[in-house]
């Protein structure tokens, strides 16, 4: 599986962002999904992630209530929705693929994407 991040950008506090990840493959469908962000000078982090089917939603206390994670088996596709934006959610952010049924912070990510950078300013 390979991933495309895209939607990043230069916004104010207080924006929205809608972050997409497109993945190659047939098996998409079977994929458990995951965005992470990595702050500047700061380990990566988990944000989000989704079950396969898109029934089962698990969320970083951190963006609880602000973002929203999506997908699109038809189109390949996760999104992020971003709303309410801080500055602390400045970041690198990485979406990724896990074949483990965990959704949340303890899965074990098999494909990462490429990143897409947010940056939040005050």
């Known amino acids: 599986v390979q991933l495309q991040a895209s939607g990043g950008g230069s916004v104010q506090a207080g924006g929205s962002l809608k972050l997409s990840c497109a993945a190659s493959?047939?098996?998409?469908?079977?994929?458990?999904m995951d965005w992470f962000r990595q702050a500047p000078g700061k380990e990566r982090e988990f944000v989000a992630a989704?079950?396969?089917?898109?029934?089962?939603?698990y969320y970083a206390d951190s963006v609880k209530g602000r973002f929203i994670i999506s997908r699109d088996n038809a189109k390949n596709t996760v999104y992020l929705q971003m709303n309410s934006l801080k500055p602390e959610d400045t970041a690198v952010y990485y979406c990724a693929a896990s074949q483990s049924s965990v959704v949340g912070p303890r899965t074990i990510v098999d494909y990462w994407g490429q990143g897409t950078l947010v940056t939040v300013s005050s």
């Open positions: 989704i079950s396969s089917s898109g029934g089962t939603k």
């Open positions: 493959g047939r098996t998409f469908s079977s994929y458990v």
